[in-house]
Nanobody
Framework: QVQLVESGGGLVQAGGSLRLSCAVS????????MGWFRQAPGKEREFVSA????????YYADSVKGRFTISRVYAKNTVYLQMTSLKPEDTAVYYC???????????????????WGQGTQVTVSS
């Protein structure tokens, strides 16, 4: 079955950077859009970023624009989220996600996606 595995989370000081990775197995990621979401304790899962299946279009939540960059390397079957200028409010579990079908549009709603990783913890200290 399709599996998504996030890595790269950790503890970082405010203003620092982290690079998250999402490795896809069970299918090639090249035919699918990909998304990143995050969830803080007691809060709903929220959209962070997405990238189209071609890699030509990217989308960001207003809260992370100018600070986060999503990218993908098809040869590695991996999607990345480069996070800079991190703030304490960025603290959350970060999840990568993929839609069920290659023609599915990537969007801001979690329901857009059918496959989810286990999450990786990002903690930003002040």
């Amino acid at each position: 079955q399709v599996q998504l595995v996030e890595s790269g989370g950790g503890l970082v000081q405010a203003g620092g950077s982290l690079r998250l990775s999402c490795a896809v197995s069970g299918r090639t990621s090249s035919g699918y859009g990909m998304g990143w979401f995050r969830q803080a304790p007691g809060k709903e899962r929220e959209f962070v970023s997405a990238i189209s299946r071609s890699g030509g279009s990217t989308y960001y939540a207003d809260s992370v624009k100018g600070r986060f960059t999503i990218s993908r390397v098809y040869a590695k079957n991996t999607v990345y989220l480069q996070m800079t200028s991190l703030k304490p409010e960025d603290t959350a579990v970060y999840y990568c996600a993929s839609p069920l079908f290659p023609d599915a549009v990537v969007g801001r709603a979690p329901s857009t996606y059918g496959y989810w990783g286990q999450g990786t913890q990002v903690t930003v200290s002040s």
